[in-house]
């Protein structure tokens, strides 16, 4: 008999299709006007999925998505997977080259794309032999390229046809499921999943003391018990922390509200959430956390529904956490650590213990998963209470690689001595006597200043905690003694004005004087990319200007 694998059972689609099962009337989704129930979503993308094979997408090709968050979006995703087929999320932030780059990379053979996006993806249309399928979603925009239009390709798939209906391939959970992360340098890379070890390492959800699924029906009964929990999701679908939390959701039969606008506005974000009665809200680090917290603060009564809020991305500092435990004391603020290439490790739930290691009230230690290590050089997993600083990494069920790149894959999943492999996740943390984690920063942007290294988000979690800084990134800046010089891009609080001297002061008696930004420049606004992150190219190509104003850039 031909082996049969273990995981198997757990695609994502057999997985929806047994909570589907479940909780058929239960509602999804909801995004702008549409709500969809577990029922409406499951028989739209299958719709979808019918219209793909009919087009001559073959199990294993990849689909693309380009579109800002919308009910599309979710359909879209869960009908590809039915297909047999694979999700390739495209940012709708890229320009033509970097279109280029992604549906070339990924050898996309079909794509679904928003009108005014879909626009660009035209000039370099000639670009893409392998694009051999358009769908487009109405957006209000004058319609540009050529493709089939998603309604009418779903309405044919509906109702009484004079053929059968299309026969759907099975699926497994030994299926790929494709994440492309832009990082900080460099095109983006597609980080490739086996659908099983994306769904154990990222989105299955399990109340503490619960054994993990070992069955689809497992799944399908746990979200017959659930609570119909309400998260809005405010990341972005096309990067990890919006999908995989609406996926989550999804599997556990609970309901995810999507705001469809296409800027942050916070008295919208919030209008929405008191409007849908959210319980959870997911965002992503100070940058959409303050401003809420802020509007809460002059409405008061807004959401009495809404107990948690959890950040993802980057951690919210002490005096975001502040501003939300003003509003409500029981809010529960929680901070989640994961990556692409590495699925969701671990959380933070309480304000850091070990804040000794950076002397500062918002360094974050987080507990984490037995998969879990901090590594030396040589791959060796440190020991806790070490003070080392190395690599967090995830062993286990991580990702086959990158997509079409080979060298990329041998550096960032290596096997250790061993055997064993690992997925470095990028960040550097020191193992503390607990076991949990303490998070330095990113090694790809870290500061060589004079030999010593420097984290910038140690530096800006500093820097958050003075009460005139808004928001900040710090960067190298060119140095001809030093190598790199530590610069600082500061955004002020509204109505204050502060100086390079205080700030400095500031950091001085928190951190070892390499630390301290040398430079502070003020600007505007502190750019962040789609997902909330800091935009560390904006800031290194200001910072390298080595231009001095007092002014607002």
């Not at 893409?128 to 309604?151: C, F, I, M, Q, T």
């Not at 002490?318 to 501003?323: E, F, G, N």
Request: proline content about 7%.
């Amino acid at each position: 008999m031909p082996h049969v694998s273990p995981d198997a059972p757990f695609s994502l689609t057999d997985l929806m299709a047994a909570v589907t099962e479940a909780v058929p009337e239960r509602i999804a989704l909801v995004a702008g006007p549409r709500r969809l129930t577990f029922r409406a979503l499951h028989a739209r993308s299958t719709r979808l999925a019918r219209h793909l094979v009919e087009a001559g997408v073959r199990p294993g090709e990849n689909v693309a998505i380009l579109s800002f968050n919308r009910a599309e979006w979710v359909e879209s995703f869960l009908g590809v997977l039915r297909a047999g087929a694979v999700a390739v999320n495209v940012n709708y932030r890229y320009v033509a080259g970097e279109l280029r780059h992604v549906l070339s990379d990924s050898h996309a053979v079909a794509l679904i794309a928003e009108d005014s996006l879909a626009a660009t993806v035209t000039a370099v249309r000639p670009d893409l032999p392998r694009l051999r399928h358009v769908l487009l979603l109405k957006d209000g925009s004058e319609r540009e390229a050529a493709g089939v239009d998603y309604e009418t390709a779903l309405a044919a798939q509906s109702g009484v046809r004079e053929i059968p209906p299309v026969e759907l391939p099975p699926t497994s959970g030994d299926d790929h499921y494709l994440l492309y992360t832009g990082g900080t340098t460099g095109y983006p890379k597609g980080v490739l999943w086996r659908q099983a070890d994306v769904f154990r390492a990222a989105v299955e959800r399990r109340a503490p003391g619960l054994p993990r699924a070992r069955t689809p029906q497992d799944v399908a009964e746990r979200a017959t018990r659930s609570f119909p929990e309400r998260m809005l999701v405010l990341g972005p679908l096309m990067h990890a922390a919006g999908q995989w939390n609406a996926l989550s959701m999804l599997l556990c039969g609970k309901s995810v509200v999507l705001s469809t606008d296409r800027s942050f506005r916070p008295d919208r974000v919030l209008e929405l959430a008191h409007r849908e009665g959210v319980h959870t809200l997911q965002l992503v680090g100070d940058a959409m956390a303050r401003p809420l917290a802020r509007h809460l603060l002059t409405e008061p009564g807004l959401c009495p529904e809404l107990t948690s809020v959890r950040s993802g991305g980057t951690p919210l500092t002490s005096s975001v956490r502040a501003l939300w435990l003003a509003w409500r004391q029981d809010v529960a603020l929680a901070d989640s650590y994961g990556g692409s290439e590495t699925g969701v490790c671990g959380s933070a739930t309480t304000p850091d213990e070990v804040a000794t290691v950076a002397d500062s009230p918002d360094r974050r230690s987080f507990t984490m998963g037995g998969s879990i290590s901090v590594l030396d050089d040589a791959l060796r997993p440190l020991a806790p209470g070490s003070s080392q600083v190395g690599r967090i990494a995830r062993t286990g069920r991580i990702p086959l690689g990158y997509y079409n790149d080979s060298l990329a894959t041998a550096r960032t999943f290596p096997t250790d001595a061993q055997g064993r492999r690992w997925a470095l996740s990028g960040d550097y943390g020191i193992r503390a006597a607990d076991g949990s984690i303490v998070l330095l920063g990113r090694g790809s942007v870290v500061i060589n200043t004079a030999g010593e290294k420097v984290y910038p988000e140690e530096v800006e979690a500093v820097l958050k905690a003075h009460p005139s800084v808004e928001d900040v990134i710090v960067v190298p800046a060119p140095d001809e003694t030093l190598g790199q010089r530590v610069t600082a891009l500061v955004s002020p609080t509204p109505g204050s004005d502060p100086n390079e001297r205080a700030l400095q002061a500031h950091c001085r008696v928190r951190l070892a004087g390499f630390k301290v930004p040398r430079t502070v420049y003020f600007v505007d606004r502190v750019r962040r990319t789609a997902a909330g992150k800091q935009d560390y190219r904006w800031a290194a190509s200001v910072a390298a200007e080595d231009t001095r104003s007092p002014q607002l850039r």
